[in-house]
Every structure is written in C-alpha cells, then in structure tokens.
C-alpha cells in the first residue's frame, strides 16, 4: 500500500536549497520510502526528538519525516544536512 507524501513549509524551502543532484536523490529516496515505510532501510526512529518521529538517510542529508498508518500518510518536516538535522531547535 502507497502512502501519501506532504511536506510543510520548511521542507520545501530546504528542498529548494539543494543542488539538483542531491535532490534527485532525496525525490528517489522518498519515491522508496512511500511505497513501503515499514520496511524500509536507512529510517530510524528519533528518541528525545520533538521536530519528527522519524529519519531516512539520503547521502549526507536527512529527511525528518511523521508516519500515519492509520490515514497512509507521511508528512516530510524537513530536508536538511547531517551536521544541521540534530541540533536542538
């Protein structure tokens, strides 16, 4: 079962940041991520993380996501560089 993907705000603005290399990248890893979230390799779930549930790990970015099982849909917080994606907002 494929989920829906949103992105907020920050995440577009992230997205539109990005080389179109790295982006190709993130769209084909979240492509992957949408058709089978439960599964899938390289997502943690964050501990003591209040920005997001969830992580998948794209090169040297990160895609903080939230799952909804119940509606089949994953919101995409944001799309940042690994010495960015941790830091306490």
Known sequence: MAYDVCFTEAALKSLQRCTPKDKNLIFKGIEQLVEDPLNKTNVKKLVNF??????????????????EDNLAIIDIIDVL????????R
């Open 50 to 67: 209040d920005a997001a549930a969830y992580r998948l790990r794209v090169g040297n970015y990160r895609i903080l996501f939230d799952r």
């Open 81 to 88: 560089q690994r010495k960015q994606a941790y830091k306490r």
